[in-house]
Structure formats: C-alpha cells, structure tokens
C-alpha cells in the first residue's frame, strides 16, 4: 500500500489549458503539503492544509488553487498553464504541524508546451 | 526566514569509501528538526536521517550517520562504505518545531563510482 500516492505521475498539457493534481494518505496524518520541484531540482513549499485548513500559502500565482476535501486528500487545480508552470508536484504529508518527518508522494511530472 | 545551504554541487565517491556531504543552516530558534532526504533518478523523496535539535547525541542509520554542530549551525551526512545504489541527489532539510514548513537547501548530487 502507497502511503501517499498522487496521481497522475505524468502530465503533458498545452498552454492555456486547466489541469489537476490529486493527492491521497493512508498514514492518518492531519497535515498535508505541495511542493514544487524546479528544473534545477528545488524544492519550494506551495501550500500547507492542517485538517483541511490551509496554513502556507507561499507566494504563488493564484490560477493554483489547492482543495482539501478531507484529512486525507489534497488536490492542486492549475488554471490557464503556463511554460513556467512546467515542473515536478510532491504531495507530502506529517503527522501533524510540528511533527517530525514529511511523507512525500512520487512526484508528477507536469510538462507544458 | 530560515535558509539552508548545501555548498556542494557535487560531489564523487569510490564505491566502499567514506564521503560527508556538508549542510548549514540559520535559524534563530533553539529547537527545531533537521533531515537528510535521498532522491534517486526514480524521483521519490526518501528520508535517511533525522536529527532533533535537542539531542546532542549524533543521529546514526546503519552506513548514514550525522556530524550536529548546533553551536556552528551545521549538520553534515557521512555516508560509510558507499554503495552504487547510494547515488543520487542528496537535500538537507529545515523544519522548526512550531510550524509546519520543511525548508530545503539546494541538493548535492552525489555519484559514487565503482
């Protein structure tokens, strides 16, 4: 069993187009994240949810728009894409705000054209 | 804002030596985690150790195993007889004890050669 699993691992998109990312846990975890992974391997924090609160909402544009529906799922919604946008999504999740370790997904790879 | 710093682009290993990838950070908080994740070509994010501020004592994992300096503000990751399968991107990490953000630094890429 994939402890946090996201899908699709691939995603490849024209620009202009809307897209989504879906993320799921089975660890029982309250605290779910989105980072992005540039093309020179970065890793940015995005966006934080604590039982379906959002907590981080780093500096990006606001055609991205997360959605917490439970505890255990975090979506990201891209709208209009862009050639920017094209990178490397993680979900990851902790036991809580200020617990230990992050859980991450195995990433999915968004290129836009 | 917290920052941390990996000053190795790169870096080599001959297959069953010793290679230390270097980590410094600044915070100004007196309690906090630190981490290394692995991320090999298959892209998952895979974590090698965890170190609590508090501790003083050295975290270690099997051939994986830290050097805290908390004073200097720098969290090293020896990695013992290194094997092919150890190659990869390695990221020091950041995260306070009172907030969710895990703060990376930019990656050391290690190749280990046999």
């Known amino acids: 069993d994939t402890a946090v699993s996201q899908t699709p691992k691939y995603l490849v998109t024209q620009m202009g187009n809307d897209k989504s990312i879906k993320c799921e846990q089975n660890?029982?975890?309250?605290?779910m994240y989105w980072y992005k992974q540039d093309s020179k391997k970065f890793l940015k924090i995005m966006f934080s949810?604590?039982?379906?609160?959002?907590?981080i909402n780093e500096t990006v544009p606001n055609r991205f728009s997360p959605k917490s529906p439970d505890k255990a799922h975090l979506n990201l919604h891209i709208n209009s894409l862009e050639l920017g946008d094209s990178a490397v999504y993680f979900c990851?999740?902790?036991?809580?705000?200020?617990?230990?370790?992050?859980?991450f997904g195995e990433g999915s790879r968004l290129t836009v054209l | 804002a917290q920052t941390v710093t990996q000053s190795q682009p790169e870096m080599s290993v001959q297959e069953a030596e010793t290679v230390t990838l270097s980590c410094t950070y600044d915070?100004?908080?007196?309690?906090?985690?630190l981490f290394w994740y692995k991320q090999p070509p298959s892209r998952q994010m895979i974590l090698v150790i965890r170190?609590?501020?508090?501790?003083?004592q050295n975290a270690t994992e099997n051939r994986f195993s830290v050097n805290f300096q908390k004073a200097a503000k720098s969290f090293s990751l020896k990695i013992s007889d290194s094997q092919l399968g150890d190659a990869a991107m390695y990221f020091c990490?950041?995260?306070?004890?009172?907030?969710?953000?895990?703060?990376f630094g930019e990656g050391t890429q290690l190749t280990v050669n046999p």
């Open positions: 990851a999740s902790s036991r809580g705000l200020a617990y230990g370790e992050l859980f």
């Open positions: 660890l029982g975890h309250d605290t």
């Open positions: 949810y604590n039982n379906k609160e959002l907590i």
């Open positions: 915070t100004s908080e007196s309690d906090y985690y």
């Open positions: 170190q609590e501020a508090y501790k003083q």
């Open positions: 990490a950041y995260r306070e004890t009172s907030g969710s953000r895990l703060t």
